[in-house]
């Protein structure tokens, strides 16, 4: 058996441990006898963990900067009183949990159990996630992204629209102001075996560029609230003018270095113009930037069905392709 807890209390303790104690020490100046009695460990504890460097005690799969961050704020809430010791227990677990719902713990375990990955493992999630931390509109929209996923998944074509930076399926929430309102795929979709396989079950808030297009995209026209990216190239352009999707094109400046920043403003341009409902986006790619396809509807399942589509015409264009080829 491998529970996730291994991580927690071989790596994630020791290292908040001497973190909270050094952060103590040397920023309010705590003495040993009184950093032990707020852990809970000896005096003797303490001085070793003052003299430990942070760097040694931090292993993988966390970082400097993600453990300390989080000391800082324990820290802070201790010396102002804020924090009784039940309350400091109480909040180590929900950094554990957190980190185990899609976090740093939950990324390593998968890693370390392969068959976490294959099985979608979700224990975590599942056991420790209520009502009052998903509200209904996030749970349907969380639904609804993962029945997209399911579908994208199934067909057999999807593989052939998987761009060398991967796909993300994303929705969002009707007023949706910032990326946590946006539900994504963390880890994206990538190819698993010939075929398309999501990472991990949608959460919100995962998805950066992805998130920002569609926000980009929501205030070009509010109906939209789904977006996906794929491959661009010449067999999908033939598609999407097969199937009279309405698409506006980005030519890129060659001058221009900042690629996603480009992007965003074409689409606010869009906005500008009043342009209304488009289908998609095409980036034609530059400087560091593969070329991409950006393609929105009103929900997510809407979108993959079209996607499910394009995926399907494209295999039979390079089949024939590849058949002709073969003459």
Same mark, same amino acid.
């Given at each position: 058996?491998?529970?996730?807890?291994?991580?927690?209390?071989?790596?994630?303790?020791?290292?908040?441990?001497?973190?909270?104690?050094?952060?103590?020490?040397?920023?309010?100046?705590?003495?040993?006898?009184?950093? #032990?009695?707020?852990?809970?460990?000896?005096?003797?504890?303490?001085?070793?963990?003052?003299?430990?460097?942070?760097?040694?005690?931090?292993?993988?799969?966390?970082?400097?900067?993600?453990?300390?961050?989080?000391?800082?704020?324990?820290?802070?809430?201790?010396?102002?009183?804020?924090?009784?010791?039940?309350?400091?227990?109480?909040?180590?677990?929900?950094?554990?949990?957190?980190?185990?719902?899609?976090?740093?713990?939950?990324? #390593?375990?998968?890693?370390?159990?392969?068959?976490?990955?294959?099985?979608?493992?979700?224990?975590?999630?599942?056991?420790?996630?209520?009502?009052?931390?998903?509200?209904?509109?996030?749970?349907?929209?969380?639904?609804?992204?993962?029945?997209?996923?399911?579908?994208?998944?199934?067909?057999?074509?999807?593989?052939?629209?998987?761009?060398?930076?991967?796909?993300?399926?994303?929705?969002?929430?009707?007023?949706?102001?910032?990326?946590?309102?946006? #539900?994504?795929?963390?880890?994206?979709?990538?190819?698993?075996?010939?075929? #398309?396989?999501?990472?991990?079950?949608?959460?919100?808030?995962?998805?950066?560029?992805?998130?920002?297009?569609?926000?980009?995209?929501?205030?070009?026209?509010?109906?939209?609230?789904?977006?996906?990216?794929?491959?661009?190239?010449?067999?999908?352009?033939?598609?999407?003018?097969?199937?009279?999707?309405?698409?506006?094109?980005?030519?890129?400046?060659?001058?221009?270095?900042?690629?996603?920043?480009?992007?965003?403003?074409?689409?606010?341009?869009?906005?500008?113009?009043?342009?209304?409902?488009?289908?998609?986006?095409?980036?034609?790619?530059?400087?560091?930037?593969?070329?991409?396809?950006?393609?929105?509807?009103?929900?997510?399942?809407?979108?993959?069905?079209?996607?499910?589509?394009?995926?399907?015409?494209?295999?039979?264009?390079?089949?024939?392709?590849?058949?002709?080829?073969?003459?």
């Amino acid at each position: 058996m491998n529970p996730p807890c291994e991580i927690t209390v071989r790596v994630l303790l020791p290292a908040l441990r001497v973190l909270i104690a050094k952060e103590l020490s040397e920023t309010y100046g705590w003495t040993q006898t009184r950093i #032990a009695r707020k852990l809970g460990v000896t005096q003797a504890a303490v001085s070793g963990y003052l003299a430990q460097d942070e760097k040694e005690v931090i292993l993988p799969p966390f970082q400097v900067e993600e453990l300390s961050a989080l000391a800082k704020s324990i820290t802070s809430e201790i010396n102002m009183k804020r924090l009784t010791y039940t309350d400091l227990i109480s909040h180590i677990c929900k950094i554990c949990l957190s980190l185990r719902r899609g976090g740093t713990i939950c990324h #390593a375990h998968k890693i370390k159990v392969h068959e976490l990955e294959d099985e979608r493992c979700a224990i975590c999630m599942q056991l420790h996630m209520t009502l009052a931390d998903v509200p209904e509109l996030r749970r349907r929209i969380l639904s609804e992204v993962r029945l997209a996923v399911d579908a994208i998944e199934s067909c057999p074509d999807f593989h052939l629209l998987l761009p060398e930076v991967f796909s993300n399926i994303v929705m969002a929430l009707k007023e949706a102001k910032t990326i946590s309102d946006v #539900a994504g795929v963390p880890g994206r979709i990538v190819r698993f075996r010939g075929k #398309a396989k999501a990472l991990m079950d949608p959460e919100f808030g995962v998805s950066g560029h992805l998130g920002k297009v569609l926000l980009a995209a929501m205030r070009v026209n509010p109906n939209i609230r789904s977006a996906i990216n794929i491959k661009y190239d010449a067999d999908v352009l033939t598609v999407l003018n097969k199937l009279n999707l309405k698409y506006f094109s980005l030519k890129r400046d060659p001058l221009y270095k900042e690629g996603e920043d480009e992007l965003i403003k074409f689409i606010e341009e869009l906005a500008k113009r009043g342009e209304g409902w488009f289908d998609a986006i095409v980036d034609e790619g530059g400087f560091g930037i593969e070329p991409n396809v950006y393609l929105f509807d009103e929900n997510a399942t809407k979108l993959a069905d079209r996607v499910v589509r394009i995926a399907r015409m494209v295999g039979v264009i390079k089949r024939e392709k590849r058949s002709q080829e073969g003459k």
